[in-house]
């Protein structure tokens, strides 16, 4: 094909927000130049759209525009003046006048909208102009100002439209016709707002939100152009929406087929109309980073090499209604489906997904959300008399659904990407609504329930391109608990690898400090101290995960700090889910504990905390499953401290209270205070932590804690009491003796008894009888039984070690992975 000599260059919001990305702009049209003759089309800085189109519905509904208007005049002025200084004081002044002139048209108009109490379409696309007029008024006196003698065109006489003031149909020919002059003209370098064009009396008309991509590729159809090009803000086309999908990367080819579906089932990176004329006219498209104007980007072309995997892309379509015009006695109605299409084309309602039953019983389709009430009437109308008389059953409405594609013209040929695709969707549960396949094979579509959109679209990407899930744990604590977990992280990275899963340890933080970094920190850190980290401030990590909106950060509190158990609240806040081994959170006043479950929910965030009671033992999962389908626990008992358990059965065979008390202490059973465990207090709160997760409001007063030593034991440091300790070993042995002669046997027991109409929680000395439940256990093993609805008069047990930084680290690591996406049902 010869050479027109013409280059269109399309540059988005985001490319034409303020200064210096006008400066980028004018340096990428200024090289192209050298090459070839350009024609730039720019979108409305990026927000000024939402801006003008929100003070039109604030005008129409009785509000004061005017703070809108003050806005748009604010954002552009500045704009110029930080450009200005290189012009000539020609250019400025008509910049300004110009800026002016426009900030006096939108106050007019929304003025006028105030006085109606009413937007008509015709006014609302006008008003829409605005902002692209805006854009480039400034970016041609740039270029001016730069020397390279830019011609300005009026959309309005350039690019012919027809139809609906908001969503008008370009006429191709009219458009050509308008650019003729261009062709033939000496102009090299042209600029063209986007977004709108004019009608045949020159009137405004839009080409539909995010239209400045078809504006360019209708003015590069008319221009016959060699290339077009799409400059936006992310490396190009990628395997799926780079804000859904982390992991997602650039594709450096495609076919224009293929960048069709993508755009028709949601990737917004281009306008769904704007292949069409390239591929008519057989342009080629390049998607490109402005932020990166040295990243190749993603080339459309007619002939694209096959996708290296089994799919090209993956897209999510949200805020869909899908319907479903049914009936057995369909058969023998003529037509169904021309008539369902015909009745939703004169609403000028469109279709975005087909599927039929083979027994046509059904023609299900999906339009857009906002359309769903409108076309369901227009169908009920359409077949109002087979409705009466039974030869339909209904056209039945669902809302609130997305519509998941995957999209590739390698699918033809191969096998099994159907099958990739379904089984990836119901390894995360995603409950499947209709299905629909292109019948260009290019795409397979499943409709699916919004809420499950986002978790089946990356789980999906994983299953096509191998890409891992990437969760970002933020770890405070790195003592025995914390450590163990950083040597499980990296014991067990190979295996998680294979399930698609990258635990990325990205904070990590002991009492000096905290270190973030954005690719994940050496695990080897964590035991060569933290070098150059600062505060070690659970803020700090607020503020790094807001500023980057990961997927899936979580706070992970490996140590018993009062105060970091205070700021889960605001890390909920910021984004992270929180998986603790701290029960400080959980055992401090009711009303934190309601607040952190209440801010968790707000947020979407969980907050897991298995480890709090039973170290590993799967006791709150266990529990909450159970009263999930409607149990109620009546009576709890437990023995839920490792340590006191273990010292227990040293004095049970015989052993001095002194040197079980020290056995422990070395082992490392206890805290290092020991009276931290023999005071019971710990497992008070366990107690306490169970009894609000079975329904009961306690405080932490509330909890009545006997301890297993004298009061005054209780004073003095840790020394002072160990060596005072060899007084307890008389009466120790002597209690042991009395209960083996009566067959009893001593624990120290957690309870909870919700029968009455005052509910009790505690913990203390128990003699048991040799056939209670908890009598055998010892040895640092945990017991709880609950006696429930469902588990009378027998209790449920759950039973095994429940003390010990492995167990406990494991149970931490457990946690996390509930919150990968295929655990999450
Ligand atoms: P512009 O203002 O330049 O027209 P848009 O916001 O309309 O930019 O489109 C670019 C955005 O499209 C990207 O920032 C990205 O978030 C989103 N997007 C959605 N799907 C895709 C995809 N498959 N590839 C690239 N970007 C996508
Ligand atoms: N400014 C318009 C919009 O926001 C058109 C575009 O950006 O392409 O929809
Ligand atoms: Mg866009």
Known sequence: MSSSGWRVMKFGGTSVADADRLR??????????????????????????????????????????????????????????????????????????????????????????????????????????????????????????????????????????????????????????????????????????????????GRTVLLGRGGSDYSAALAAAALKADLLEIWTDVDGIYSADPRQVPEAFALPALSFEEAMELSHFGAKVLHPKTIQPARAAGIPVRVRNSFRPEHPGTLITAQAPPPEHAARGLTLLEHVALLNVTGAGMKGVPGVAARTFQALAREGINVLLITQGS??????????????????????????????????????????????????????????????????????????????????????????????????????????????????????????????????????????????????LCGLARSKGLLLAEGGIDPAQARNGLDGAGAPDPGRVADFVASRKPITPVLVDCTSDEALAGRYGELFAAGLHVVTANKKANAGSYAYWQHLREQARAGQRRFLYETNVGAGLPVISTLQSLLACGDRVRRFEGILSGSLSFLLGRLEEGAAFSGAVREA???????????????????????????????????????????????????????????????????????????????????????????????????GLQALDADHPLASV??????????????????????????????????VLSDILKL?????P
């Open 778 to 811: 010892r040895g640092g093993e945990n017991a709880l039984a609950f006696l429930t609805d469902h588990y009378s008069p027998r209790p449920l047990v759950i039973r095994g070690y429940g003390a010990g930084a492995d167990v406990t680290a494991a149970g």
């Open 665 to 763: 202490m070395d082992k490392g059973f206890t805290e290092p205070d020991p009276r931290d465990d023999l005071g019971g207090q710990d497992v008070g709160r366990k107690a306490l932590i169970l009894a609000r997760e079975i329904g009961l409001r306690l405080e932490p007063e509330a909890v009545q804690v006997e301890s297993l030593l004298p009061r005054d034991f209780h004073e003095g440091s840790v020394a002072e009491f160990l060596a005072r300790l060899p007084e307890l070993d008389a009466p120790f042995a002597a209690r042991m003796a009395d209960l083996k002669a009566k067959g009893q046997v001593l624990r120290f027991i957690g309870s909870i008894d919700a029968t009455g109409s005052e509910p009790r929680c505690g913990a």
């Open 820 to 824: 990968a996406t295929w655990s999450q």
């Open 359 to 504: 027994s046509e019983c059904a023609i299900t389709l999906c339009v857009a959300g906002a359309d769903g009430a409108k076309a369901q009437g227009a169908l009920k109308a359409a077949f109002e008399l087979d409705l009466a008389a039974g030869r339909l059953d209904d056209v039945e409405r669902r809302d609130g659904l997305s519509i998941l594609s995957v999209v590739g013209e390698g699918m033809r040929a191969r096998m099994g990407v159907a099958g990739t695709f379904f089984h990836a969707l119901s390894e995360v549960g995603v409950n499947i609504v209709a299905i629909a396949q292109g019948s260009s094979e290019r795409s397979i579509s499943a409709v699916v329930r919004g809420e499950d959109g986002p978790r089946g679209l990356r789980h999906a990407h994983r299953g096509f391109f191998g890409t891992a899930e990437v969760i970002e744990l933020y770890l405070f604590g790195t003592g025995t608990v914390g450590g163990r977990l950083v040597e499980h992280l990296e014991a067990q990275k190979p295996r998680l690898k294979a399930r698609g899963i990258e635990l990325r």
């Open 24 to 201: 980028t702009v004018a340096d990428l049209a200024a090289a192209a130049l050298a090459e070839s003759r350009v024609c730039l089309v720019a979108s409305a800085a990026s927000g000024i759209t939402d801006l003008l189109l929100r003070a039109a519905r604030t005008a129409e509904t009785g509000g004061d525009p005017g703070p809108d208007v003050e806005a748009f005049r604010a954002r552009h002025a500045a704009i110029l003046e930080d450009l200005a200084p290189g012009f000539e004081a020609g250019v400025q002044a008509r910049a300004a006048a110009g800026l002016q002139a426009l900030g006096d048209e939108f106050a007019k108009l929304a003025s006028g909208v105030g006085l109606l109490l009413e937007c008509p379409p015709s006014v609302r696309a006008h008003l829409s102009s605005l902002g692209e007029r805006a854009s480039c008024l400034l970016l041609a006196a740039l270029l001016e100002a730069r020397g390279l003698a830019p011609e300005a065109l009026d959309p309005r006489h350039a690019i012919r439209a027809l139809g609906d003031p908001l969503q008008a149909e370009p006429d191709l020919e009219a458009t050509a016709e308008a650019f003729a002059p261009r062709r033939a003209g000496t102009s090299r370098l042209l600029v063209l707002p986007g977004f709108f064009a004019g009608d045949a009396e």
